[in-house]
């Protein structure tokens, strides 16, 4: 069968065609997950600085994604600096910058009430937000570890009167050596049983995320590859955002549960340490 161009696919069938058809694409960038992909809390992934260290030396375009949204870039990039791996600030994308590039999009210089971290009120204030509790666009909320009753109660009345209600992020829970912390998802929860309002949730598995990545490193669906280490957030939201996924098994999914699901990733890996030398034919 003769293979038809990018081009041509869209003429023929319009921009969603391209990602079904053309399946073999050379890969020119990454989107990763950062934790269970890169780093367990403060520790590498064996291997993992080797696989970075390639792309960069191949020069071939990256990003690590987090659905964290407490940290801003710099923060996350001096933590991943202790644990072994030199990561650009530029390199790293996290549900708080892809909620801010929403709301930039979606309503230019508006006003939020946020409830959340520097990672959230700085990526806000980057792109012009007003942060106010009085008659917000919108009430933010985001990760912290010291919600606040009274916070939480000012969300909540404010979401009554009409503000819009965002999250960065629906992850009910988040990990820590001593066992689960409650996160972003669980708030949210308490905000909508007392209003009866849902959350637009911004972050994975949102494939908004995959696309606000993308743009930013002026990536193609088509030609990127997401690797992540959950089924049901990184696999998911890659495919749902066009991109062939390699789900690696160092993190929370493992190879039996793939069959779970009624989506697969592209392969399956132990580790990204296994992506070395193969990093431009990851599929080969
Ligand atoms: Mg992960």
Redesign the pocket.
């Known amino acids: 069968m003769r293979r038809v161009s990018s081009a041509e696919n869209r003429r023929r069938f319009g921009d969603v065609a391209d990602n079904w058809l053309v399946t073999d694409e050379p890969i020119l960038s990454y989107l990763t ?5 890169l780093v367990h809390e403060d520790h590498l992934v064996p291997g993992a600085d080797q696989f970075l260290a390639e792309l960069r030396d191949k020069d071939i375009p990256f990003l690590v994604l987090t659905n964290n949204s407490i940290r801003t870039p710099r923060d996350l990039q001096a933590r991943l600096r202790h644990t072994g791996l030199d990561i650009p600030e530029a390199a790293i994308w996290t549900s708080a910058l892809a909620t801010a590039t929403f709301l930039d999009d979606q309503r230019p210089h508006g006003t939020a009430y946020v409830v959340g971290e520097s990672g959230l009120t700085t990526a806000l204030h980057e792109i012009g937000y007003v942060l106010t509790d009085s008659d917000p666009d919108y009430v933010v909320l985001g990760e912290t570890r010291t919600y606040s009753f009274e916070a939480i109660t000012t969300a909540i009345r404010l979401v009554e009167r009409g503000a819009r209600f965002i999250a960065t992020n629906p992850d009910a829970t988040g990990p820590s050596r001593e066992g689960v912390l409650p996160a972003t998802g669980s708030v949210a929860a308490l905000i909508t049983r007392a209003t009866g309002r849902d959350p637009y949730y911004v972050g994975k598995p949102n494939p908004l995320m995959m696309r606000s990545a993308l743009r930013r490193i002026g990536a193609h669906s088509q030609s990127t590859v997401m690797i ?3 089924m049901d ?2 696999v998911v939201s890659g495919l749902e955002a066009g991109m062939r996924t390699i789900l690696v098994t160092t ?2 999914s493992t190879r039996a549960s793939v069959e779970q699901y009624p989506y697969r990733p592209t392969a399956v890996i132990d580790s990204v340490a296994d992506l070395v030398g193969r990093t431009s034919h990851p599929f080969d």
Do not use: C, S
């Open positions: 997950d950062m934790d269970g992909v992540g280490d959950r957030t990184d993190g929370i």
